[in-house]
């Protein structure tokens, strides 16, 4: 058991720019969740997949905010045009599915974007 | 999904017994209570859940009260690991669909003194 992994773990760009991150869940597991956190609050959730299919966005996950997992495996999650608010902790998860299972999320360490 | 209350922060000392209140009054009959928490610079990691009996496993007990409405975190011999943020989440697993994930509030920030 590998854990989730996220890449990469920190990133400072410009205002403006764009910048793309890559979640690699656990290898059984085909739900994947992309969180959002800022410092002293909790994460919030902006999307969540089941195997390739988007099946849930939240309304912080502005039109510049694109996630795909295009082979139901790995996901990326790109933003378009930084903001500085956008500066935050992306993290990502997965589960497996159904009843039957604690439903326990497993997270990844995250990946930190810094907007200058 | 359902709101649940925790203070702020506790502080307790290492090798003593830590009780993390949790508040959620308007829980529904299928809603799980779920503990997650987050050490300092990773992810939140799981700890227990639990639907109406009390539960036990490796990192800690659920104590669950009778109405459901408030239930309590308990770490029986804290160490200075333990020092983490502790989130209480109620998650309904029958939603039947929808994200099935967690909706974290601010949690309680455990300070653990030497």
């Known amino acids: 058991d590998t854990g989730v992994s996220q890449n990469p773990r920190h990133k400072i760009t410009k205002r403006g720019q764009n910048v793309t991150f890559r979640c690699d869940p656990i290898?059984?597991?085909?739900?994947l969740y992309w969180y959002r956190q800022t410092l002293g609050q909790g994460p919030e959730f902006l999307t969540y997949f089941q195997n390739e299919a988007q099946l849930e966005k939240s309304r912080l996950l502005s039109d510049r905010f694109s996630a795909e997992r295009p082979k139901g495996s790995f996901s990326t999650l790109e933003i378009q045009r930084t903001e500085q608010g956008d500066s935050a902790m992306y993290l990502c998860?997965?589960?497996?599915?159904?009843?039957?299972?604690?439903?326990?999320?497993?997270f990844g360490e995250g990946s930190r974007l810094t907007v200058l | 999904d359902a709101k649940t209350t925790q203070p702020n922060s506790m502080e307790s000392n290492e090798e003593e017994p830590v009780h993390l209140p949790c508040n959620h009054s308007?829980?529904?009959?299928?809603?799980?209570i779920h503990w997650y928490r987050q050490l300092p610079s990773q992810g939140p990691e799981y700890v227990i859940h639990?639907?109406?009996s009390n539960v036990n496993n490796r990192m800690a007990s659920l104590a669950i009260a009778e109405d459901r409405k408030s239930s309590t975190l308990i770490l029986h011999r804290a160490t200075l690991r333990d020092a983490a943020v502790y989130y209480c989440i109620l998650r309904d697993l029958n939603s039947g669909g929808g994200a099935d994930g967690l909706t974290f509030g601010k949690g309680t920030h455990l300070i653990i003194q030497p």
């Open positions: 998860a997965s589960s497996r599915p159904g009843r039957g299972h604690t439903g326990e999320l497993f």
């Open positions: 290898s059984e597991h085909n739900r």
């Open positions: 308007t829980i529904s009959g299928t809603d799980y």
């Open positions: 639990g639907l109406t």
